[in-house]
DNA sequence: TGCCAGGGAGTGT
DNA sequence: ACACTCCATGGC
């Protein structure tokens, strides 16, 4: 059995807020309409954090869908990772999702990683008025799209290319056991100096094939400055992924990949061949247009049902 | 054994 | 634009 940290209801009480992602928003319209819908409830205590009505956010599914390879689940149900050198232990039970991490870091790291400022019920509600896509969406409910670093999602899905799953996660901790900063929990992501600074020689330890010398032109592009991730993140999805496709071996796939699972971009759309095959399958051969600006997420739930169910039902 | 896996580069039409 | 081959490696 798990072991939580045992608090007494009042102070959980006293510690709890209310989460106002979209207050900002200044248009009084889309407050009003945020306002009808169920607000995640989030709890602040000493040294954790825990997510109340967490509807729209199932650990398992987030973490298993294929958008990131490297969070584990212990035998007792609590996934560990590490992102931006922290490290995270986080547990599930319903609806209730207890993050084991300061408020420091929970709002530095945590908040934006698992996207917690964005409205899932309101993207999943426009994208159900699609009788297809509300299969995949109560089929995948939980899934969030997490805005993971930029450069280990590069090279996550340069590392991807023609390749699955199971390997790709062992290429990729491979790489982070041999190049990462070991930590007291684990290794973190390798810096791009780190493997810049690197050969393909030593790159051979990931027995990642012809990767590795994409691996390599993606470090030292982004090492030397030459492409910038960071400025990437700011300009339109045209601009970006123009950039993007100058690294040897990123095409569009692992550019919008790239683009949709570090950047915040939304509309990025990456086809693989079971996208590829669902929206032929089940749309016909053209995804719905007047769903562009979300259709992102909309993939994510839509590669997680065709891989999941092989499309054969 | 042969085929496939969250593709992309290179070449040719 | 599109078709085709090759690329390394491992699981089935």
């Given at each position: 059995m798990p072991c939580f940290t045992q608090k007494s209801y009042q102070q959980r009480q006293k510690n709890k807020i209310l989460c106002?992602?979209?207050?900002?928003?200044?248009?009084f319209k889309i407050y009003v309409i945020i306002s009808l819908v169920k607000k995640l409830k989030i709890e602040i205590n000493d040294n954790e954090v825990i997510l109340y009505e967490?509807?729209?956010?199932n650990l398992d599914r987030t973490f298993t869908?294929?958008?990131?390879?490297r969070w584990v689940k212990d035998e007792y149900g609590f996934w560990q990772g590490i992102v931006k050198g922290k490290y995270l232990k986080a547990y599930q039970e319903g609806d209730t999702i207890t993050l084991y991490t300061s408020k420091e870091d929970f709002y530095s790291v945590w908040y934006n990683y698992f996207d917690l400022g964005t409205n899932y019920e309101e993207i999943c509600k426009l994208l159900s008025k699609d009788p297809v896509l509300n299969t995949a969406l109560n089929f995948g409910k939980g899934i969030r799209v997490l805005n993971q670093e930029p450069f280990e999602a590069l090279c996550s899905f340069i590392i991807s290319q023609n390749n699955n799953i199971p390997r790709i996660t062992g290429i990729i901790e491979r790489l982070c056991e041999n190049f990462g900063e070991k930590t007291p929990f684990g290794y973190a992501f390798p810096t791009p100096e780190r493997i810049a600074n690197s050969n393909l020689e030593e790159l051979n330890?990931?027995?990642s094939g012809f990767r590795a010398k994409y691996l390599l032109d993606a470090a030292k592009k982004v090492y030397s400055g030459e492409i910038d991730l960071e400025k990437i993140k700011e300009q339109d999805i045209d601009t970006a992924r123009t950039e993007l496709v100058?690294?040897?071996?990123?095409?569009k796939k692992v550019a919008d990949c790239t683009m949709l699972f570090s950047m915040k971009k939304k509309e990025a759309f990456p086809e693989d061949v079971w996208i590829k095959r669902a929206v032929k399958v089940l749309f016909g051969g053209e995804f719905p247009?007047?769903?562009?600006?979300v259709k992102g997420v909309a993939q994510q739930f839509l590669f997680y049902y065709a891989r999941t169910t092989k499309l054969d039902i």
């Open positions: 106002q992602p979209f207050l900002y928003f200044s248009n967490a509807e729209y956010f869908c294929g958008q990131a390879f330890i990931l027995r100058k690294i040897y071996g990123v095409g247009r007047e769903l562009d600006s």
